[in-house]
């Protein structure tokens, strides 16, 4: 409700002025990031592919769903600032990146979920200066709602995991609320990522007006072919948020 209100006072604003208006100012935000360096030959010992491949499909289909994505960045310029100084005013947030839910000495269930930013050409991901946390996200979205957040990383979609709560999305199946969580439950290979999401977003921009994001999960969920780590990681996929919403942008509340 807090963007809400900023959007109409620009557009009573804009109104008086709608000559110089430019184009875009109503446009619902969205980013999207990837790490690329941490998954470079140099870190895993093979040249990984999929970190761009999940980024250029992310930027295209985020748009085609309605999203301005005016914050976006594959490798060095995934930074830890970068995305918390800019988190503020997005509807729609996708990451690709490593991903764990990390301890933390107080609150339920002692657990403070996060992703790791781009290391940069230097070095490797260390877990210890890398992690942007859900409680600094949660600090820097102050409140505001959140229309869909992809984590394309390990663990985040676990049942443990903080990172829903960073965006204020409530970790239910009949939220009633425009806002939908995707993440993955356990260590995921990357390329199970880029089929999933594949699928995801090829069944929700379909031009099918009756298709919502539980759908697209699960379609996605249903194709199977997924390769995972070991029997103890199988593939597995998990959301959160509202069964029937359709993933188009619009302001919490105004649904």
Known sequence: MRRARLLLVSALIAASTLASTAPGTFAFQGQVRS???????KCLGYTDTYPQQLYTLALSQMAKLGYLVTDAAIGPAFT?????????????VYVHSHGDNYWAASGYPNVDSGFLQDPGTSRCNDSSVDIVRASSIKAATAGGGF?????????????????????????????????????????????????????FWSYINSGNPSATLWGAFTYANSIGGYAYVDAANPFKANWWGSATYKGRPTSQGLW
């Open 80 to 92: 830890r600032n970068a995305f918390l100084n800019t988190v503020f005013k997005d509807y729609a």
């Open 147 to 199: 229309n869909l957040v992809i984590m394309s990383t390990c663990s985040l979609g676990s049942d443990s995991s903080t990172m829903p709560g960073a965006f204020q999305i409530e970790k239910t199946k009949i939220g009633i609320q425009p806002e939908f969580y995707l993440g993955y439950v356990g260590h995921v290979y990357d390329s199970s990522m880029l089929r999933f999401e594949q699928a």
């Open 35 to 41: 790490d690329s360096d941490g998954f470079s030959y």
